[in-house]
């Protein structure tokens, strides 16, 4: 069966500190992949999808930047964090078809101070 | 305009009331659609996808209007563990994007 891992659960970080949130899938081959940030009380933010090694696409220009170095592996990154990039990251892997859902990870809870 | 809207809420309903949620999207050529369910906290889940003649699972009913771009859950006999918050979800007619309506909270209340 398919899992999906990210890490770690909870993050505290000073401003202007390096980001780098991975994430891994187990089980399946040649996933969508996805990051999504959740600010509290709002709804997920799609921030970068991957259909394929070294495939990224941007979704909202940011602080923020993603590589997928290996089939299975999505990393978000951020050279200097700003207060308002905390929130909540997520992680998720569907299939490039229709009808087939996203999984997530567990998330990672990211506190900007 | 978002590309996929929702009513954020909150709805306060009395348990075994039935409750409906509505949810809109802007790109015609979209494919698949989803409700998800998130409680506080955690990551969200898979619902229920939502298919085109509509769709039965227990007390909860998805129906696509796709002429109007239109999802919408119905939950009936609604129970205190339904309190969270649904979204809406569109897979894009690539099937690689996929977006996230912002919400709707939901409380059952005894």
């Known amino acids: 069966s398919q899992t999906i891992h990210q890490w770690p659960a909870t993050l505290v970080q000073p401003v202007g500190s390096p980001l780098s949130l991975e994430c891994t899938v187990e089980g399946t081959s040649n996933p969508n992949l996805y990051w999504y940030r959740q600010a509290a009380g709002r709804g997920l933010q799609l921030l970068f999808y991957?259909?394929?090694?070294?495939?990224i696409s941007s979704e909202v220009p940011q602080n923020l930047s993603a590589s997928r170095p290996q089939d299975r592996q999505f990393i978000l990154s951020s050279k200097k964090l700003l207060l308002s990039d905390s929130g909540f990251y997520l992680c998720?892997?569907?299939?490039?078809?229709?009808?087939?859902?996203?999984?997530f990870g567990q998330g990672t809870r990211l506190t900007v101070v | 305009r978002k590309e996929v809207e929702q009513d954020p809420g909150p709805f306060n309903v009395p348990e075994g009331a039935t409750v409906a949620f509505n949810c809109t999207y802007s790109n015609s050529a979209s494919q698949s659609f989803f409700w998800y369910r998130q409680d506080c906290r955690k990551e969200p889940k898979l619902l229920m996808s939502?298919?085109?003649s509509g769709n039965e699972d227990g007390r909860f009913t998805a129906q696509l209007n796709r002429a109007s771009q239109y999802i919408s859950l119905l939950i009936r006999d609604s129970k205190l563990s339904d309190s969270a918050t649904y979204l809406c979800?569109?897979?894009?007619?690539?099937?690689?994007?996929?977006?996230f309506g912002s919400g709707t909270r939901l409380s059952i209340r005894p």
């Open positions: 979800v569109v897979k894009s007619s690539s099937a690689s994007k996929i977006i």
């Open positions: 998720a892997w569907s299939v490039g078809t229709h009808n087939t859902e996203a999984f």
């Open positions: 939502v298919y085109s």
């Open positions: 991957s259909v394929g090694i070294g495939q």
